[in-house]
Structures are given as C-alpha cells and as structure tokens.
Nanobody, 115 residues
Framework: QVQLVESGGGLVQAGGSLRLSCAAS????????KGWYRQAPGKQRELVATITSGGSTNYADSVKGRFAISRDNAKNTVYLQMNSLKPEDTGVYYC?????????WGQGTQVTVSP
C-alpha cells in the first residue's frame, strides 16, 4: 500500500502561481510513475502531467509551458508548479502513484483560480 498526502492548493487570481506537493509513504518501489490529475465540477478527471522515476515527463496540451512536474526521489515527493493560472485550471487536483500495475490516489486538493 502507498499513502499519498497532498498540499498546496488554494485560491489565486488569474495569472498567479501555486505549487502543489504530494508526499508518498508506505511500500514504495523505485520504479514508479507519479502524476497529477484534475477534476473540474461536472467533468471527468483528466491528466495534467506525469513523471517517471527516470525523469521523463508528459503534459496535457492545455498546461504545456505553464506547469512543471518534478520529483524528489529521496523524499518520495512529487511537485506541480503551476504558473500563469487561468480560471479554467480550477478543480480538485489529485496526485497519483503507479507501481507494478497498481495506481494509488491522494485525497485531492482544491485549486480555485478567480478571473
């Protein structure tokens, strides 16, 4: 089992920045893929960004050039730096952790971007 605890959400004006963190604990394996997803009200959960244990990254087109995912393997922590935020970035952001065919989810953190 892997437990994920997210932090860093909040309310910000359009154009502002936020940094999300997700700390993992439990049975952590070295080979894994970490990610961030988000879910806006009335919409399905969607991929924001992923990063492998080797450092390869993948971003949704809507956040490319504005968001950056990173990780600290020693701390088992993944980050999402969000810049130039837009109202359409509003939603609940979930951390994910994939290892050996299993996906674990964090509890989610609310991000609200006001116009």
């Amino acid at each position: 089992q892997v437990q994920l605890v997210e932090s860093g959400g909040g309310l910000v004006q359009a154009g502002g920045s936020l940094r999300l963190s997700c700390a993992a604990s439990g049975s952590i394996f070295r080979t894994n893929t970490k990610g961030w997803y988000r879910q806006a009200p009335g919409k399905q959960r969607e991929l924001v960004a992923t990063i492998t244990s080797g450092g390869s990254t993948n971003y949704a087109d809507s956040v490319k050039g504005r968001f950056a995912i990173s990780r600290d393997n020693a701390k088992n922590t993944v980050y999402l730096q969000m810049n130039s935020l837009k109202p359409e970035d509003t939603g609940v952001y979930y951390c994910s952790w994939d290892q050996y065919g299993l996906r674990y989810w964090g509890q989610g953190t609310q991000v609200t971007v006001s116009p």
